[in-house]
């Protein structure tokens, strides 16, 4: 047992950033949950730290994708923030058909871009760092819109995640991804109940 404790503490040491950045991730997808404000500043800081992490795994598009979620961050802060306290308050809702085909396209649209750039690097997983990263977007965008079917997105971005980050000896992100799937599961089934709530509210 202590040999064990040591080899994990010698890891965590290691691997320091990647924890930080692991203990952060999952704070920020409590919150999320809880659809709390102070989400977005853990979402900051953590996709800060992921940044240096992937881009030093070369992971590329995932790296670049961190900048976006910087961006993001922001927006959502003063979006969440802004609203509110406001009359027309930012809440919980479906997805309508033709947000959703705009949606898609915007992801053929990033998918295709990235994979273009990535062909021409030495990344060894050009075609599943270009999905992931384009499903990313369109499902962060579609959280700072409270849009409630991004948590399906998500499902599926975790499980291939999962996968990806176990192989690519990331296990700290694996075991990440591993909780975000859960969480996932739990966040769709939280965010229904609030938006039957006020839809039984508006009848």
Do not use: C
Request: aromatic share 22%; no cysteine.
């Amino acid at each position: 047992m202590q040999e064990f404790l040591s080899q994990a503490a010698e890891y965590v040491f290691k691997n320091h950033l990647e924890f930080i950045a692991t203990v952060l991730s999952l704070v920020y997808i409590i919150l999320s949950v809880k659809q709390k404000v102070s989400m977005w500043i853990f979402g900051f800081t953590s996709s800060a730290l992921n940044f240096y992490v992937f881009f030093d795994s070369d992971i590329f598009a995932s790296a670049s994708l961190q900048v976006y979620y910087l961006a993001v961050s922001v927006y959502g802060w003063f979006t969440w923030r802004t609203q509110k306290t406001s009359e027309n308050q930012l809440i919980v809702s479906r997805t309508s058909r033709p947000y959703a085909l705009k949606m898609s396209g915007i992801f053929g649209v990033i998918f295709f871009g990235y994979l273009f750039v990535l062909l021409q690097t030495k990344s060894e997983i050009p075609y599943s760092d270009s999905a992931l990263a384009a499903l990313s977007i369109v499902a962060t965008w579609m959280l700072a819109r409270k849009k409630i079917e991004h948590w399906i997105l998500w499902i599926f971005v975790n499980s291939y995640s999962v996968v990806l980050f176990w192989y690519l000896d990331l296990y700290f992100y694996s075991f990440l991804f591993v909780v975000f799937e859960i969480m996932a599961f739990v966040g769709y089934a939280e965010w229904r109940k609030d938006l039957q709530k006020k839809l039984s509210e508006t009848v």
